[in-house]
């Protein structure tokens, strides 16, 4: 890494500095809010998506421009640096009553503690009356005037009523066009099309018309904003040194230039991006909308400013360390804490942002993809591939995730920068299968071209770059609705749940009543088809809901498709379109499974009325048979075929099924095999057949459970690799903790690029691992302070040690180990 | 090829042993060892009868097995100890406690046992059992990596391993074997054709000092390695170095002359810096864990070592 080995930069280390203070006092994004709530009040009958578009062009004529002395980097969507996000609209006024109109002694406990985050008394006031125009007017209420009562009263009623956390977004946005076209040429298009409709206006193409027009105003809206920052950063060169002030007014001469035009050099690609995620976040506050193949459109320019000398290479460095600073700015506020949680959090020394994420601090949910190929199906990796992978190693920071995608093409340097950096930043990157996730694409229609230029998004999940619009559905396991463990345990109980007690209508066998194993699994599948069924139905309902009133038009203009076919994305304009859900806890499915066929059907040792009988006691009494299920039984992560054949039926099925449900827009329902909070769905989830106790861990996403794996690390990865990855389109996650002595030097190095190889060689489609040792991990415990820099991968995302709660902290100690 | 499916001792087979030798190895490691090394990290290796181990955390007490192991004990030397409070909170546990005096090893209680916290500290094996088991790994072996024999002393099971050597050659497996050196030279010269490296460790040059350390002297260790290296065979040297114990400049140089002298025979020197990790391991087994006042190593003493043997021409790295 000779080339690289630039220290950090005083100015790069002082932005590092700052993020980490501006963490421990977070301002809410109201301007946003502000912009939004007034433009919408007044011009209550425009046509939704001019309406959208009327308030994005008002947000980028009237916000705050916001220019930090120390920036190298411009814009956050917010008026401050690192406001955190969130969308009134989508919020409904419920959640404001509760909280913003709490007592004021609570108010000001949870929101006005300096150290955590400030709402002022006049947000306060104002969000609270804004929260009263929107309670009739909010993504909620169009739910409820189009949703059939079945919603309502079914299992997802909470969530039919509020569409909550149903966020638009999930998705590899065309940063692409931003950088390579600009937005010049697409209003350019979008007036051409408005001639010809209006030479030959017909019944078909007024949206079409309404369409374009949102789009001349969109591009209009954010090229305007370029240029206010340019007069911005003018004004500040006014007051600079001489040399800050020659800084400040090439940055001006910049933001006059992009996002009209496309980028002349590294600096401006960075720009136009980071400008493009402000407009997004702006729009929708769009949950996850991930930066893919960064590097490739950036590489030649930043390979362009080294050649001319423009640049230094230690120049080029610092402004990856800069960019990456920059996108990480970017907090949504979800889940949307309330003042009960707050004030203990305050109590025990947390922040605000200490409770993003559920406490594992997640951020936006945004993901960086590099690597992969180009559209012939050569290799994609350049010059800006080292400097962010460099990057994140240098900064170190657990937002946004990143992912690798690896082929045959990736050059050895690459393998040993990534590598490299996961032993630093625990689980980043992720590396990402090429050989499977292409074909994966191919079988859901994608061209071979496209397929190439896939990128990930959110955590784990692949789309295709700049080409598809893909919705996260909370239909599925996450949402309370439907999923793999719910499924099983109304098999074992019949519909009596049995930790809430809640009776759910109809017939429903018990675990006794079932005379043989097969019988049991075509139950399996009887309900859970009808459970999947139920999902895709309502996933089409909410898009609908989105199409309605909710369009996108700064995610239209740049998507492949839309602007060819004179359609917003929510309308079906994207050249692709998917819906992602994912399933969980295959561990403990696949044991419980295991556990009954071998016990109570094959070798007949105990009766399936005494399992019955001892998991309605929660094992109460029955502590010896718990034992002698957990000692004998060699569960999933053993390389145990008996096991792990019950893992893939299972798996097999539900993905395979999933596939062939229809998606909104006629696109695809995709589902992956992802859990990000294995710790509280335990706590959730009563007693299951593999001895596990009521309120235990699940076993994180397609990893086995943590007590259970007595063979080693291949047999762990063997089991897993069994899986049918090619179905899980819409990704999965494996993760190994490797103590630091298997991984201490270069041949270990190579050892683990051997390991990720060979576990794709055999169909695997996703791996990460977190270097930590449990010593390191107890003294981070004791001491948080002196590990503030310790990342560890969750799921589809790595978090900082000392933000998790101690439950999840005591979880991830004991998650297996490989020890060596 | 013929090979005789012999039976064996072994006490485990461990995937991803990334020290064991090139790429990723499998590693079987037999029970039985000449030599009995201060430092020695698996103390469970030493001895080719299995004994009883205890691994005292994962006794649930005595309550929950209705004195399983105490009951199974032939002559009384298993009891119930005095109550601590149980890992999970449930309230105060009675654990078994192991009177090792008694105890003949017959390891009952560690079949009683349902959770195996009394456990036989190995098992009787054949070479088609092995070969079954570690061959469900070879998609991970790629270019380099494949089974690593291992110990104890694994030619201290002539027969076992010699036929598992030559069953997995059969199947192209790339073999390594893990040696002290301390084995007939004929038992070497016939087992050479099917071992692809020989892991084999030079532990301290002075044959007096040897024999204070392990327990044997070096002569027959240096000269089967000398016999290894003229007639074809490859190695790659393990020198520990123990502070106080072998980390003496002269040793250290006169073991990278010695290496040196075995010319290109010599793929690579590990040197290996003492850890702790293996204590625990001999408070299972009732044992005195010796070197109790002994430190790691300094990371800039290994750094200089590592530099000394590399001046020798020699191609070595840490660990």
Known sequence: MANFDFPISDRIQDLRDKRKRINKDLRLNVERNRILTEYYKTHLHEYPILKRAGYLHDWCSTREINIDDDDIFLGDAGPHTRTVHFDIEQTGAMWFRSNFGDTDERFRAAWQVPGSVWVSDEERKYLLEAADFWEENDIGATARGLFPDEFFAGPMGAFAKFLNGSYPGHFNPNYEKVVLTGFGAVRAQAKEKLAEIKAHTDTDNVRKDIFYRAIVKTCDAIITMSKRYAEGVREKAKTATPERAAELLKMADSCDWIMENPARNFWEGCQAILFYQNLLTAEGVHWADSPALIDSYLGPLVENDIATGALTLQEAQDYADAFLLQIGNQIIMFPKPNNDQLIEAHANGKTLYDLQGGGQNIAAGSLITLGGQKRDGTGDYTLATELFLLAYYRMRVAEPSLALRVNKHTPPRIWELGIAVSKRCGGFPQFNNDDVIIPQQLERGVSLEDARRYGVFGCVEPAISGMEWSMASNCGAFGGGIGMLQTLQTVIHGNRDPQSGMERPGDAKKLYEYETFDELKEEFVRLAKAGLDNMARMNHFAAFVFETEWPAPSVSAMTEGCMDSGKDVTWGGAKYNATGTMTNAIGVVADSLYTIKKLCFDDKTLSARELYDALADNWEGKELLRQRILNELSFYGNDNDEVDELATWVTDFWLGYTNTLSGPNHGHVNMGILDLAWVAGGKRTWATPDGRKNGEPLSPSADPRQDVVKNGPLSYVKSVAKLPWIKARCGGAINIRMDANSVRGDEATAKVQELIQSFFDMGGIQFCFTVADTEIMRAAQKNPQDYQDLIVRIAGFSAYFTHLAFDDQENYIAKYEIAV | ?319
């Open chain 2, 1 to 319: 090829m013929d090979y005789k499916n012999a039976t064996g001792h072994i006490y485990d087979i461990q995937g991803y042993a990334v020290h064991d030798g090139p790429g990723i190895r499998t590693t079987v490691y037999t029970k039985g060892c000449p030599l009995s090394c201060l430092w020695c990290h698996s103390p469970e290796s030493q001895r080719h009868e299995f004994e009883v181990g205890y691994l005292q955390i994962k006794c649930l007490g005595a309550d929950v097995c209705q004195d399983a192991c105490i009951n199974a004990c032939p002559v009384g030397a298993l009891s119930r100890n005095e109550p601590v409070q149980a890992l999970d909170g449930s309230g105060a546990i009675q654990k078994a406690k192991i009177d090792r005096e008694k105890c003949t090893g017959c390891l009952k209680c560690a079949k009683a046992c349902i959770t195996k916290a009394l456990y036989a500290t190995g098992w009787d094996t054949t070479v088609d059992e092995v070969y079954d088991r570690v061959i469900k790994d070879r998609g991970f072996f790629q270019n380099d990596g494949g089974i690593t024999i291992s110990g104890g002393e694994a030619m201290a099971q002539f027969e076992f391993t010699l036929n598992l050597a030559k069953r997995l050659k059969d199947s192209g497996i790339h073999i390594c074997l893990d040696t002290t050196g301390f084995t007939p030279e004929k038992q070497f010269e016939e087992i050479l054709p099917f071992i692809d490296l020989f892991l084999y460790d030079i532990k301290h040059m002075d044959s007096a000092m040897h024999k204070n350390l392990t327990g044997v002297g070096n002569e027959l260790i240096l000269s089967n390695a000398r016999f290894l290296a003229e007639h074809g065979g490859a190695l790659q040297i393990r020198v520990p170095v123990i502070p106080k114990l072998t980390d003496k400049e002269s040793n250290l140089r006169s073991t990278a002359e010695f290496c040196a002298s075995l010319g290109d025979a010599v793929k690579l020197v590990q040197l290996l810096p003492y850890h702790k990790t293996g204590r625990m391991k001999y408070e299972r087994l009732g044992w005195r864990y010796k070197l109790t006042n002994v430190e790691p190593p300094e990371e800039a003493f290994m750094l200089k070592t590592l530099e000394m043997f590399q001046n020798h021409g020699l191609n070595a790295q840490l660990y």
